[in-house]
């Protein structure tokens, strides 16, 4: 499946919401800028397939991308344009259920957009001596590194992949959380606390015996530590 190239909605005054709401979460918040940057990932892994806990769909073409601090949530709308194209509205936080203002918004740049899609789309400098980009995981390596945060968003990543690996796994099995708790000697809470993309507690004993029990393996790697383009 290819991956889902990102970009950022950008309004004709040349501001663009999500970067900046992202740029004032860092200062304010390092765990859920972390946990909102782990979601933006697995949307450029997973595209059009990724699905709860970490994304639903709204309305009228429009998507969220959640997440959780607490009792305060957090969410990104986004909306898809062509084949593989996610476009980044804005984001918020909230306590009940998402406005419809916030709604309405991301509908009106989602027909903005496909009415104008280059006038509409955030290009940046990364630095002086690169050309600019459109690419919104460049630019967001870019503004997680300025923060120092790129080990916070690491983590956050790995945890949220974990999680939507048990919970994809379960779900196709058609097991609740209840009997997959059975199923491996353990608890309804543990195999929530498990699916949790935020829980940081995981261990290669307890995904060992989810694996088994669903027969499934696991494989680990070590990867260079390099861009894709110079490992490639």
């Not at 998402?98 to 009415?115: C, G, V, Y």
């Amino acid at each position: 499946m290819p991956k889902t190239n990102l970009v950022f909605f950008k309004e004709l005054d040349g501001s663009v919401p999500l970067l900046d709401w992202l740029d004032e979460l860092a200062k304010e918040n390092q765990q859920a800028y972390a946990s909102c940057i782990a979601r933006i990932r697995m949307l450029k892994e997973l595209g059009h397939e990724l699905r709860r806990p970490h994304a639903d769909y709204v309305t009228d073409g429009i998507y969220e991308l959640r997440a959780r601090k607490g009792t305060v949530q957090y969410r990104i709308l986004y909306f898809f344009h062509g084949q593989n194209i996610a476009v980044l509205a804005h984001g918020l936080t909230k306590e009940d259920a998402l406005p419809r203002a916030d709604i309405e918004r991301a509908t009106r740049r989602k027909a903005l957009f496909e009415a104008a899609p280059e006038r509409h789309t955030s290009v940046k400098e990364i630095t002086p001596m690169t050309k600019k980009t459109s690419d919104a995981m460049q630019i967001i390596e870019d503004l997680t590194k300025k923060h120092g945060l790129q080990e916070e968003a690491d983590a956050a990543y790995i945890n949220a992949v974990v999680a939507h690996l048990i919970y994809n796994a379960r779900t196709e099995a058609g097991l609740s959380q209840q009997e997959l708790g059975d199923m491996i000697g353990s608890t309804q809470p543990t195999i929530s606390r498990l699916e949790d993309a935020d829980y940081d507690g995981h261990s290669l004993s307890i995904l060992r015996r989810i694996a088994v029990a669903l027969k499934k393996r696991i494989s680990i790697s070590l990867l260079d530590d390099k861009p894709e383009k110079e490992a490639a």
